[in-house]
């Protein structure tokens, strides 16, 4: 089979979209649709179905998806050795992934660390959530991914190894002329009349099961694309939201945030493949415990799922 179809499958399957990925990888969203439909006749079932908000892997296409891109990061390992033997290069860059939260704020702050201890060494970067972080690195693509376990929770894997780094408690980010700025602690209750905002379920499932211990509801009427996005509409007072408590001191001017009585928290793990580790990975994994809140629990919390 052509990896080149297999690449778009896989990439069609991130982006829940076959524009998306049509536009991604420079081809025309016809010619998407020929690979996927030609994919699915040479496997004999269905790899997608459409939904409301674009397209999502059939039971079927999700075993397909998971060994395709194995398949495909062994692929892209080997042209990237081959060509790093002839030019010369020593080593390979180290691939680190993290929450849109964390990489923020945690991860820079724990490579730089690393950089400053050990010298010039290649890096990239990729946000991403915590599911799609963790297959990528099971997957081999990511060499490190810094995730949390808001829900759905993590998956136990054999293929990667978990670290646990502490504890974040989430916050409320207000408008920065918000009535409740600088009064916190506060108890959700307090907040059971605005308008909430959020970005993903994860976020979403956390709010709503805090709010419903206190006996109030939270009013999620607004959905934002993204991190930046969420932020933005609280800052013009659309809404208010909840975030990571590390993202504190990344936030723009116009917003602030306020602390919850007894707030929702998550567990922050780093992750490594347990194959063929990176030189570096160990180095950054204890610079990432550095790097995240001094003082956090030792013991993790217990796995949400």
């Known amino acids: 089979m052509d990896l080149l179809v297999w690449?778009?499958?896989?990439?069609?399957?991130?982006?829940?979209?076959?524009?998306?990925?049509?536009?991604?990888?420079?081809?025309?969203?016809?010619?998407?649709?020929r690979q996927i439909a030609g994919l699915e006749r040479r496997l004999g079932v269905p790899l997608v179905e459409r939904h409301a908000r674009g397209v999502r892997p059939t039971p079927a296409g999700e075993?397909?998806?998971?060994?395709?891109?194995?398949?495909?990061?062994?692929?892209?390992?080997?042209?990237?050795?081959?060509?790093?033997?002839r030019d010369g290069v020593a080593?390979?860059?180290?691939?680190?992934?993290?929450?849109p939260s964390l990489a923020a704020g945690v991860v820079p702050a724990a490579i730089r660390r690393l950089?400053?201890?050990e010298g010039p060494l290649g890096w990239s970067l990729s946000p991403g959530l915590s599911?799609?972080?963790?297959?990528?690195?099971?997957?081999?693509?990511?060499?490190?991914?810094?995730?949390?376990?808001?829900?759905?929770?993590?998956?136990?894997?054999?293929?990667v190894e978990r670290r646990f780094l502490g504890v974040d408690a989430m916050v409320v980010v207000l408008p920065a002329g918000h009535p409740r700025a600088g009064r916190g602690p506060v108890p959700v209750e307090a907040l059971a009349g605005e308008t909430w905002v959020e970005d993903n379920d994860g976020s979403a499932a956390l709010l709503r099961r805090h709010a419903a211990r206190a006996g109030v509801t939270a009013r999620i009427?607004?959905?934002?694309?993204?991190?930046?996005?969420?932020?933005?509409?609280?800052?013009?007072?659309?809404?208010?939201?909840?975030?990571?408590?590390?993202?504190?001191?990344?936030?723009r001017t116009d917003v602030t945030t306020v602390a919850l009585v007894d707030p929702p928290t998550r567990g922050v793990y780093a992750l490594a493949p347990r194959r063929d580790p990176h030189p570096s990975t160990a180095?950054?994994?204890?610079?990432?415990?550095?790097?995240?809140?001094?003082?956090?629990?030792?013991?993790?919390?217990?796995?949400?799922?």
Not at 292 to 305: E, L
């Open 7 to 33: 690449r778009a499958f896989v990439t069609v399957c991130r982006l829940g979209s076959l524009s998306a990925a049509a536009e991604e990888l420079g081809h025309t969203q016809s010619a998407v649709s």
């Open 63 to 85: 075993v397909f998806r998971r060994h395709a891109l194995v398949a495909l990061n062994e692929a892209e390992r080997a042209v990237r050795a081959v060509r790093d033997l």
């Open 91 to 99: 080593g390979r860059p180290l691939a680190v992934g993290g929450t």
């Open 115 to 117: 950089l400053d201890a």
């Open 131 to 159: 599911a799609d972080l963790h297959d990528r690195v099971a997957a081999g693509d990511l060499d490190v991914g810094v995730v949390t376990d808001a829900p759905p929770g993590l998956p136990d894997d054999p293929r």
């Open 221 to 251: 009427d607004l959905t934002a694309a993204d991190l930046p996005g969420k932020i933005a509409l609280v800052a013009t007072g659309h809404a208010v939201a909840l975030i990571p408590g590390v993202l504190r001191s990344a936030l």
């Open 283 to 305: 180095a950054l994994l204890d610079r990432l415990a550095t790097a995240f809140t001094p003082g956090a629990p030792s013991a993790p919390p217990a796995q949400r799922t």
